[in-house]
């Protein structure tokens, strides 16, 4: 699939958002928007209303979790994903609590990180539209 | 000349006895391990967070770019 939505990358440090920018660019056509933190990602997520967020967990001011759960009150519908080297039990099954759609580690190969995120868009997006109604009898 | 603690060969083999297990206790074995901290701060690899997080997935379509 050539993914041509809007992503919002969401990390603390600089070089890892180019590096997820990057890759999500491999992936299709996508608009990638960038955060530097939870707060500025709830008021770009407010402006923006990007198709899929990459999150990351460790993160100042207002970490990953709790921008899930400020994201989740706004819209219960867009693409969230966790992107974060934090892969302790406890906080997976958290975010899945709290509505993340996944989880993706942080800590690979860039070629891997890439083939888990364009299985996740395949999952969740499709480009065709749906099917119309099937008339009753 | 056999030491006395060698099996002679000749003796049947031992057959393990029944081992009956409550099915309560298994349960409440299986809570207080999933409630241990050891178990809370597993690190997880990407093929198990997957299988945490598969469900029934409504796709979206892809709204046109302006």
Redesign the interface.
């Known amino acids: 699939m050539n993914f041509t939505g809007k992503i919002l990358v969401v990390d603390d440090e600089a070089h890892i958002r180019k590096y997820v920018t990057l890759m999500a660019r491999t992936l299709g056509r996508p608009t990638v928007i960038e955060a530097a933190n939870g707060q500025d990602a709830v008021a770009i997520f407010a402006r923006e209303k990007p198709d899929l967020i990459l999150l990351d967990i460790n993160m100042p001011r207002m970490d990953g979790v709790e921008t899930l759960q400020a994201i989740r009150a706004l819209d219960r519908d867009c693409v969230i994903v966790m992107l974060t080297s934090l892969v302790n039990r406890q906080t997976v099954e958290e975010c899945a609590r709290l509505g993340a759609n996944d989880y993706l580690r942080k800590d690979v190969p860039q070629a891997e990180m890439a083939a888990q995120l364009q299985r996740v868009i395949e999952e969740e997006f499709t480009d065709e539209p749906p099917a119309p109604p099937v008339p009753g009898p | 000349m056999k030491k006395s603690d060698e099996p002679t060969g000749d003796a049947a083999p031992a057959v393990p006895g029944e081992m009956r297990y409550s099915l309560t206790e298994l349960l409440q074995a299986v809570q207080l391990e999933r409630n241990a901290p050891t178990?809370?701060?597993?690190?997880?690899?990407?093929g198990e967070?997957?299988k945490?997080?598969q469900k029934s997935?409504t796709?979206?379509?892809?709204?046109p770019?302006k």
């Open positions: 178990f809370a701060m597993e690190k997880l690899d990407q967070i997957t945490l997080y997935r796709r979206r379509v892809l709204r770019k």
